[in-house]
């Protein structure tokens, strides 16, 4: 059983900054990619950030430069800074891994619950 937990969305004025946390547990042998999406209401979700195993990185137009994406292989944690925030960034976001939960499994795709973030003054 693998669990993948957000936390440290929240309401933010615009211009300011969140760090948003998931932390995979449970059986896991190892993990691959992680990645942070976004859904607003009405709309698609959508790739926010993307951190391969070996910490190369990918972002989505709308956030290069502001968003920076992390992890802690040590902790299975993967972070999102969020900088410069704006109305539009508000959504709700999950983040999601590749994992093997052992030696020679299959590696499926595993997603957290979701966390709000509200950009708005």
């Known amino acids: 059983q693998v669990q993948l937990v957000e936390s440290g969305g929240g309401l933010v004025q615009p211009g300011g900054s969140l760090r948003l946390s998931c932390a995979a547990s449970?059986?896991?042998?190892?993990?691959?990619?992680m990645g942070w999406y976004r859904q607003a209401p009405g709309k698609q979700r959508e790739l926010v950030a993307g951190?391969?195993?070996?910490?190369?990185?990918n972002y989505a137009d709308s956030v290069k430069g502001r968003f920076t994406i992390s992890r802690d292989n040590a902790k299975n944690t993967v972070y999102l800074q969020m900088n410069s925030l704006k109305p539009e960034d508000t959504a709700v976001y999950y983040c999601?891994?590749?994992?093997?939960?052992?030696?020679?499994?299959?590696?499926?795709?595993?997603w957290g619950q979701g966390t709000q973030v509200t950009v708005s003054s």
């Open positions: 999601n891994a590749q994992i093997a939960t052992t030696r020679g499994a299959i590696v499926y795709i595993y």
């Open positions: 951190i391969s195993d070996t910490g190369s990185t």
């Open positions: 449970g059986s896991i042998f190892r993990i691959y990619a």
